[in-house]
């Protein structure tokens, strides 16, 4: 039988996407006089098979909840359980997988949605128990970056490159053979096609890019791996472009972002981000003939060009590389979509969260401040003996000790956490 706690637990499934998002709330609940513990994906059940928190905050995947022994624990116990979409946004046709139908939705008190267009189709085509669980809290980005933008002091010139090559460059180092023997349906085997194509096309390019800014400019190139991206490999060009290449981890991507000048890659929805601090952002599709292969492969994205310069040959790329002049474009379609998809009910986000998560209060005592000692110190360990195996998935393995949160990143937080009335939801 597991250890009932008055600890909240803040659960990420994606590290560096997500991390910022339950480090504030971690700083907010705090403040409040709450006892809060981050985990993520690979401790989280090992977790939760012996510590029952009475609530627990989760930005991933739903169906990852279909048969947790949590749940079922979770309704006998009338613990809470409050989710966020890891993705808020999608083409329609996706949200009947990002939502399957044979989920039992009356065991959340709260789903949060990025915005009314994914609420609605919710709505339209789910059941839950009580609508008023249903939320528009809004994309927890939008303010976090609105902040980084105020913040950080862009002085070095950095031409960002985003890392979107998780198929050739698999951080489990499967191989591409495996990943068409484990599709079972045509449309997965011709969507992996046309991603080895977009993405083999895509690392020539940014090869000859380096290049070219290596040898005709002063840019300083700053590549972001994917986050399902063997990073090691990046080594090669750290010893090739001394000095003038540098891979970037930082958690937010938004951090990264503001600290460039441009930011140059293939379709990808952190292209959000990037209009969110005002940066630039060249992308590679039109010229790579890849555009039809992308929204084969993830049709959301075609709202994402609606954000960029889209050049048609390299010499074009050129000439926006060299441009000290560059400004981040954004046409009325892509403003719609931040309106519909992207904004809550509030401009702030977090409120609408703790206000939620804090309606039932909590008393923390003297035992769940030991038991959360001892839980940081298993997640210690734990990570431990993952970084002692070079273990490449570390990022998916939160430890306060390995993943502390930059100076920016405090700042953050910390301006976010003025601008809530925390009055309001003290105990």
């Avoid at 008055?6 to 499934?13: E, G, M, S």
């Avoid at 046409?331 to 401009?347: A, K, M, V």
């Amino acid at each position: 039988m597991p250890i009932q706690t008055n600890v909240i637990f803040l659960y990420t499934d994606s590290l560096r996407r997500d991390f910022s998002t339950c480090y504030i709330l971690q700083e907010t609940l705090q403040a409040l006089g709450y006892k809060t513990f981050i985990c993520s994906r690979r401790n989280f059940l090992r977790f939760i098979r012996f510590v029952l928190p009475a609530k627990l905050f989760i930005i991933g995947q739903v169906n990852m909840l279909e048969d947790s022994f949590f749940l079922r624990e979770n309704q006998k116990e009338g613990n809470e359980v409050f989710f966020m979409p890891a993705e808020g946004f999608a083409a329609d046709e996706e949200y009947i997988t990002m939502y399957p139908e044979d989920i039992d939705y009356s065991i959340l008190n709260a789903v949060f949605f990025w915005g009314k267009n994914s609420l609605k189709w919710f709505s339209d085509h789910r059941t839950i128990d009580d609508n008023a669980k249903l939320i528009r809290a809004g994309y927890a980005r939008l303010p976090i970056a609105r902040e980084y933008d105020h913040l950080v002091n862009i002085k070095a010139k950095r031409i960002g490159f985003v890392g979107r090559f998780p198929a050739i460059n698999d951080l489990y180092e499967r191989s591409v053979m495996s990943f068409f023997l484990n599709e079972t349906t045509e449309r997965g085997r011709s969507q992996l096609v046309g991603r080895l194509n977009s993405e083999s096309n895509a690392i020539l390019c940014y090869l000859n890019l380096f290049d070219y800014i290596i040898n005709e400019t002063d840019y300083i190139i700053s590549v972001r791996p994917h986050p399902n991206e063997d990073a090691s490999v990046y080594d090669a060009l750290l010893n090739r472009y001394k000095g003038r290449v540098e891979i970037n981890n930082v958690f937010d991507v938004a951090e990264w972002m503001a600290g460039c000048n441009m930011i140059v890659g293939l379709a990808s929805s952190s292209f959000i981000d990037a209009h969110l601090v005002g940066t630039p952002v060249i992308c590679l599709d039109k010229l790579l003939n890849s555009q039809e292969s992308t929204l084969h492969f993830d049709p959301a994205l075609k709202w994402m060009y609606e954000s960029c310069y889209l050049p048609d040959d390299i010499s074009e790329v050129h000439t926006l590389l060299q441009s000290d002049q560059l400004e981040a474009l954004s046409n009325e379609t892509f403003n719609e979509l931040i309106d519909n998809d992207f904004r809550g009910e509030s401009e702030l986000v977090f409120d609408q969260i703790i206000s939620k998560v804090v309606e039932r209060p909590l008393e923390v005592s003297i035992f769940d401040k030991g038991l959360l000692l001892l839980l940081k110190a298993v997640d210690f360990i734990l990570a431990s003996i993952h970084y002692l195996c070079r273990n490449k998935a570390l990022q998916f393995d939160y430890s306060s000790f390995y993943h502390p949160a930059s100076k920016v990143l405090k700042d953050v937080s910390c301006k976010i956490r003025e601008k809530l009335d925390l009055s309001q939801y003290e105990k």
